[in-house]
């Protein structure tokens, strides 16, 4: 991973968490928690990919893991984050651009619903229940809901931020890297230089050459001459 891309991952998550432990875990709302630390990873990874994604999962996961108050086995919501941040980056564009917020919507709701599924699962695999303690489906319902309602204010911010640090104009418009579709008006800026650069170069160049076909010209009829009074 590239170095502003660790360093906005870190600031993010640690941000998230943050704010997720000491503010929206004490709102004490019927059911779930929103998910903060959740949407960083889903909104990294549509802009990042499903590499760069699980990553971030995997080491956001394994930091709440061990951060208080942390009442389950560690690793348990790091392999959860790093299944969903996978699976997230699948759902990045070619483009890098969305179309419409419809799609990191649905992205939020299917991993809301698929995180809590998986970690109630791991839990069950080795021997923790306690997510089910209240209800699964009123997790289920509640963790969407929260989740989708907090993702317009939180996941677009994210994503534009993520691109924003991720390209670079002077880099792109100088290295060999393919340069983003946003700075474009560089490069035809630099191509209209180039031309006009060129053209001027030729309007220069025409009137020098002119004389020195001239001067050629000169020194050939003077050769001529001198040879002509030579034969006589």
Same mark, same amino acid.
């Given at each position: 991973m590239r170095l502003n891309r660790i360093l906005l991952s870190t600031l993010l998550v640690v941000?998230?968490? +943050?704010?997720?432990? @000491?503010? $929206?875990?004490r709102l004490n709302l019927p059911g779930a928690v929103p998910d903060l630390l959740l949407l960083v990873v889903l909104a990294l990874s549509l802009v990042y990919g499903h590499t760069a994604g699980a990553l971030i *999962? +995997? @080491?956001?996961g394994l930091l709440?893991? +061990?951060?208080?108050?942390?009442?389950? =086995?560690? *690793?348990?919501?790091a392999l959860v $984050? @790093?299944?969903?941040?996978?699976?997230a980056g699948l759902a990045k564009p070619e483009t890098g651009r969305l179309r419409?917020?419809?799609?990191?919507? $649905?992205?939020?709701?299917? =991993?809301?619903?698929g995180s809590t599924l998986l970690y109630a699962g791991v839990g069950s695999l080795v021997?923790?229940?306690?997510?089910?303690?209240?209800?699964?489906?009123?997790?289920?319902?509640? =963790?969407? %809901?929260?989740?989708? %309602?907090l993702a317009p204010f939180t996941v677009p911010l994210i994503m534009a931020l993520a691109r924003h640090t991720e390209h670079d104009p002077l880099i792109d418009s100088s290295g060999g890297s393919k340069p983003d579709g946003s700075?474009?008006? $560089?490069n035809s800026a630099g191509g209209l230089g180039s031309g006009r650069l060129g053209r001027k170069s030729s309007r220069v160049g025409s009137p020098r050459s002119s004389l020195m076909n001239k001067a050629a010209k000169n020194r050939a009829g003077k050769a001529g001459r001198l040879k002509g009074v030579k034969r006589l």
């Open positions: 941000v998230a968490l +943050f704010t997720q432990i @000491c503010v $929206l875990a *999962g +995997f @080491c956001a709440a893991d +061990f951060a208080p108050p942390a009442d389950h =086995a560690a *690793g348990r919501y $984050l @790093c299944v969903i941040g996978y699976l419409s917020a419809a799609g990191p919507m $649905l992205v939020v709701v299917g =991993a809301s619903i021997g923790d229940d306690g997510a089910a303690s209240p209800g699964l489906a009123k997790l289920l319902i509640t =963790a969407a %809901l929260y989740n989708l %309602l700075y474009g008006w $560089l």
